[in-house]
C-alpha cells in the first residue's frame, strides 16, 4: 500500500466530513471544514486508501507559529503510520514556510492521541480545565520545529 500526504482544499469538504464524522463523536460538517480550508494560513493535508480519504490533518499558521486543528483517521485504517505520515508532511511545510512553534490541544482522556504526540516529540505546555463536552482537560502541547536556528523535523 502506497501513503503520501496530499493536499486538499474545500472542494473536498464533503467527503472529509463524512470522514471526520467517522473520527469524532461530533464531527465537523463540511461546511465547517470548507470555511477552515478557505481561511488564510490553512494547510489541509490527507492520506487516500483506495481514492478514499482515510486520514486528514488540518494545520493553521499565524506568522512563525501554527496550530493542529484536527487530526483524524478511519478506523478501519488506525496504527498503520497515516497520522504519523501527515503530521510529520504538516511539519515539513510549516518548517519551511517558517514556523517556529506548533501548538495542539489533545483531551487528557485521549491516551493514543498522546502517545502519537509524545512520540513525535510534543511536550505539554497548559491545561485548559473542563475543555470538551464531556468535561475533560485539553492539555496543551507544543512542539519546536527550529530554535535558535536549529534544524527542522
Ligand atoms: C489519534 C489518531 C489520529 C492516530 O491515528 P493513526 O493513523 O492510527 O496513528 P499512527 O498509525 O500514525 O500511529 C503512530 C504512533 O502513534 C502511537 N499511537 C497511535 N494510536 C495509538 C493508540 N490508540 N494507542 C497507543 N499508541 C498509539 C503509536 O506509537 C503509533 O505507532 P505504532 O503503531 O508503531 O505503535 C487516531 O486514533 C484517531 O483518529 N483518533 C480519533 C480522533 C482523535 O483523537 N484525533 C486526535 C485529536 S487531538
Given at each position: 500500500m502506497m501513503l503520501a500526504a496530499e493536499p486538499v482544499w474545500a472542494s473536498s469538504a464533503e467527503p472529509l466530513a463524512a470522514l471526520h464524522a467517522r473520527c469524532f463523536d461530533a464531527g465537523w460538517s463540511a461546511r465547517e471544514i470548507g470555511s477552515l480550508l478557505n481561511?488564510?494560513?490553512?494547510?489541509?493535508?490527507?492520506?487516500?486508501?483506495?481514492?478514499?480519504?482515510a486520514a486528514l490533518a488540518l494545520f493553521r499558521q499565524a506568522l512563525d507559529e501554527a496550530e493542529?486543528?484536527?487530526?483524524?483517521t478511519d478506523p478501519a485504517y488506525r496504527?498503520?503510520?497515516?497520522?504519523?505520515?501527515?503530521?510529520?508532511?504538516?511539519?515539513?511545510?510549516l518548517?519551511?514556510?517558517?514556523?517556529?512553534?506548533?501548538?495542539?490541544?489533545?483531551?487528557?482522556?485521549?491516551?493514543?492521541?498522546?502517545?502519537?504526540?509524545?512520540?513525535?516529540?510534543?511536550?505539554?505546555?497548559?491545561?485548559?480545565?473542563?475543555?470538551?463536552?464531556d468535561g475533560s482537560d485539553a492539555r496543551v502541547l507544543e512542539k519546536w520545529l527550529r530554535k535558535d536556528g536549529q534544524t527542522g523535523p
Open positions: 481561511l488564510p494560513g490553512c494547510i489541509g493535508l490527507a492520506c487516500r486508501v483506495d481514492g478514499k480519504y493542529l486543528l484536527t487530526l483524524a496504527r498503520r503510520g497515516l497520522a504519523d505520515i501527515l503530521l510529520t508532511a504538516g511539519e515539513t511545510r518548517f519551511d514556510q517558517g514556523v517556529a512553534r506548533i501548538f495542539l490541544e489533545v483531551s487528557q482522556n485521549n491516551p493514543g492521541a498522546a502517545a502519537l504526540y509524545q512520540r513525535a516529540g510534543y511536550a505539554e505546555v497548559a491545561r485548559r480545565k473542563g475543555y470538551y463536552r
